[in-house]
T-cell receptor, first 114, second 111 residues
Framework: DTAVSQTPKYLVTQMGNDKSIKCEQN?????MYWYKQDSKKFLKIMFS???????INETVPNRFSPKSPDKAHLNLHINSLELGDSAVYFC?????????????FGPGTRLTVL | DAKTTQPTSMDCAEGRAANLPCNHS???????VYWYRQIHSQGPQYIIH???NNETNEMASLIITEDRKSSTLILPHATLRDTAVYYC????????????FGTGTRLQVFP
């Protein structure tokens, strides 16, 4: 009974391709996030959705388009992939059901662009 | 940018207490101190948070100085499974607020 799940776990693709990463949470949370961890291990917020509405967009290139079909899902679509997009992408969620407003993270998706 | 500074790395013997310091001299009155950790290749995991009082839970204790400009995370009996990068983060405690991660402290627990 995984709390925050992501698919796929690994993604290897060529430059210029379009790919999607999916995230699902079964915690009943109303806020979901995407974070990017680059090769130097810096973790940085990309997007945040609350009740399917975009509330944080941290100057991410518009090749990245998050989509939240419902509160339990937040998918990340990336167009025209570039070498610099290689990273680990983490999905997270939070909500009033969490005891301390902590964020719960998924296991990550390692994207490699060749 | 992260509003905290932490040592890059620390070592701790298994079974001993690990004390991880964090400086947050510009913390605002409504900001909490949160600690997360990231075990290799996994997503970050919440540990503990506090505002001004010391806090303890099943994982760790958090000691915040009276002026709130620094804090210490204490793992009372470190195990090999506690080897991870530990992040100290200051944030307003509402559930839509993003986490701003710094470089963290890499804690290595050795046998």
């Amino acid at each position: 009974d995984t709390a925050v799940s992501q698919t796929p776990k690994y993604l290897v693709t060529q430059m210029g391709n379009d790919k999607s990463i999916k995230c699902e949470q079964n915690l009943g949370h109303d806020t979901m996030y995407w974070y990017k961890q680059d090769s130097k291990k810096f973790l940085k917020i990309m997007f945040s959705y609350n009740n399917k509405e975009l509330i944080i967009n941290e100057t991410v290139p518009n090749r990245f388009s998050p989509k939240s079909p419902d509160k339990a899902h937040l998918n990340l679509h990336i167009n025209s992939l570039e070498l610099g997009d290689s990273a680990v992408y983490f999905c997270a969620s939070s909500g009033t059901s969490g005891r301390y407003n902590e964020q719960f993270f998924g296991p990550g998706t390692r994207l490699t662009v060749l | 940018d992260a509003k905290t500074t932490q040592p890059t790395s620390m070592d701790c013997a298994e079974g001993r207490a690990a004390n991880l310091p964090c400086n947050h001299s510009t913390i605002s009155g409504n900001e909490y101190v949160y600690w997360y950790r990231q075990i290799h290749s996994q997503g970050p995991q919440y540990i503990i948070h506090g505002l001004k009082n010391n806090e303890t839970n099943e994982m760790a204790s958090l000691i915040i100085t009276e002026d709130r400009k620094s804090s210490t995370l204490i793992l009372p009996h470190a195990t090999l499974r506690d080897t991870a990068v530990y992040y100290c983060i200051v944030r307003v405690s509402y559930n839509t607020d993003k986490l701003i991660f710094g470089t963290g402290t890499r804690l290595q627990v050795f046998p």
